[in-house]
């Protein structure tokens, strides 16, 4: 099994430990102290669905992996970003006691990739969950969160990397889309936070630095 490496705009502020949690439905979760970039043996109880989710720092989105459907070969995977938003969200329904065997895991990964334009990060994660955990689950479920647009005057000078590097940066060039939530970016080596909602944004940088907000 391999963990991604930490995004490269990350790097320079957030460390490689990372929360490996492992969970099936015949022998519950593991939790296990690793490393982004690792690449480890595990010996786990052969399940019918296991689940891989490393939950990093700084604002980096979950990467993860579902067997057998993510596996390269029979005792081998790779996790990865794109992968961590399911998998986060199976890793939430096991710790509920849901069969994850029931779900259609392929079309859900499918569906979650092709509605959010490849950044599965942008969808209503809770929706999804809520309706997997109440077995009414339907792709009409699966929805994109909130969409704003950021005029160029709101954002410091400089390219803004994303912690998630699935997203796109953010520039003071043109206008930019957000989202609604909480976001990390990086920049030189300072790590600051967009906030948005339907009342506003907000974005600041965690040294205190600057601090700019508006409404839309």
């Known amino acids: 099994m391999q963990i991604p490496l930490v995004p490269p705009g990350a790097s320079d502020c957030v460390g490689d430990q990372v929360l490996l949690q492992v969970d099936s439905e015949e022998s519950g979760g593991i939790d296990i102290s690793a490393r982004a970039g690792e690449v480890r043996r595990l010996k786990l109880p052969k399940a019918q669905v296991t689940v891989f989710t490393a939950f990093y720092d700084g604002g980096v989105p979950p990467a993860g992996a579902v067997l057998p459907w993510d596996g ?27 069969p994850l065997s029931v779900i ?22 809770e929706r999804i969950f809520r309706a997997l955990l109440a077995g009414s689950f339907s792709v009409r479920d699966i929805v994109m969160r909130r969409e704003y ?9 400089g390219e803004w990397i994303p912690a998630n590097p699935l997203a796109e940066k953010l520039t003071n060039l043109g206008e930019a889309r957000v989202y609604e939530g909480r976001w990390t970016f990086y920049s030189n080596g300072k790590a600051a936070v967009l906030w948005c909602d339907s009342m506003g944004w907000h974005f600041y940088a965690r040294d205190g630095s600057f601090s700019r907000g508006g409404v839309w």
């Open 149 to 157: 647009r950021l005029s160029p005057e709101a954002l410091p000078p």
């Open 104 to 125: 259609n895991y392929r079309r859900l990964s499918s569906e979650c990739r092709l509605r959010s334009g490849g950044n599965p990060f942008l969808l209503d994660n």
């Open 72 to 98: 390269e070969g029979e005792n081998r995977v790779k996790l990865s970003f794109a992968q961590g938003f399911c998998s986060s969200v199976f890793t939430r329904l096991a710790e509920k006691g849901v």
